[in-house]
């Protein structure tokens, strides 16, 4: 079969020229994104092997388009997230498609200024704390209703969201504590060197880190409301030491502010972020969103 008679003349769609010596490359490829995949399985049964390899050349140029477009989308205006994952991620996908020149279109990013936090005062307290605030009523005379209580089925997804938050905890801040943070997002920083605008953002109260457990778990608890301010319980800003790469200032069981001897200096997402801007060479606009 000659691809001058393949089905809706495809390869006068695609843009390619006819006969088996190869053809023009296609100026341009829009319209065999319209083209369902059903009729593409059809006509590669009706050709030879050198029309096929002739349409192949046209499918090359689509995947590249078509792959173009879909990594923009994953890299263009990404947020990012405090984690050793999520930071990973992102930049090893720059690194593996920088030939595709993708890591030079990206000139937005926005970052969330909050980390993984176990509580200060213990998991127990800080859900104890949640219960109080989410479960106290008011009848219609103003007056406090008696408290509920949390069921069985509470206890064991706080139980296990504990667990797992424990776990992410332990891997993220050897993570931010080891300055893996600062380095990272500057490496991220220099790989994107059209980059001029960094959105900076708080965690939402009802907002989580992604990865480390199934959140959508906590709408099944009894005392649930749309908007539940789990923020307290397991995220929050980091303090550590630069030159210890751990944390030295901290507060014990008993409420008191302890300073390690020779500790020093300490470093937060802010200091972190300004030593990447500064590290990647270049004047980056950085914009704090409130709210």
């Not at 190869?22 to 319209?34: E, I, M």
Request: overall charge negative; charged content about 20%; hydrophobic content about 40%.
């Amino acid at each position: 079969m000659s691809l001058n008679n393949t089905p809706n003349n495809l390869v006068a769609l695609a843009g390619v020229g006819t006969g088996t010596g190869g053809g023009k490359r296609p100026a341009q490829l829009a319209p065999v994104c319209n083209i369902p995949l059903e009729l593409l399985h059809e006509t590669m049964s009706y050709l030879d092997r050198a029309e096929v390899n002739q349409l192949r050349s046209t499918c090359h140029h689509l995947d590249y388009k078509i792959w173009s477009d879909k990594l923009r989308k994953l890299t263009v205006g990404r947020t990012l997230y405090a984690t050793v994952a999520n930071l990973a991620n992102f930049l090893g996908m720059l690194n593996t498609f920088a030939p595709r020149g993708v890591s030079g279109e990206v000139k937005e990013l926005c970052l969330v200024a909050d980390g993984v936090k176990s509580p200060e005062h213990g998991y127990g307290w800080a859900w104890e704390n949640l219960l109080h605030m989410e479960l106290v009523e008011v009848d219609a005379k103003g007056e406090l209703l008696p408290a509920k209580m949390a069921t069985k089925d509470d206890l064991q997804i706080i139980k296990d969201a504990t667990m797992r938050h424990t776990n992410f905890a332990n891997i993220n801040n050897g993570f931010i504590n080891s300055g893996g943070y600062r380095a990272m997002l500057t490496a991220i920083l220099i790989a994107c060197p059209n980059l001029d605008v960094l959105n900076i953002r708080k965690l939402k109260p009802d907002e989580h880190l992604p990865g480390w457990f199934e959140t959508e778990k906590f709408e099944k608890l009894s005392f649930y409301k749309p908007g539940m301010n789990t923020k307290d319980i397991f995220y929050g800003d980091w303090q550590y030491d630069t030159v210890h790469g751990r944390v030295t200032h901290y507060t014990d069981d008993f409420g008191e502010a302890i300073v390690e001897p020779n500790a020093g200096p300490q470093a937060s997402f802010i200091d972190d972020l300004n030593a990447a801007v500064t590290a990647s060479g270049r004047a980056i606009t950085t914009n704090f969103i409130r709210g």
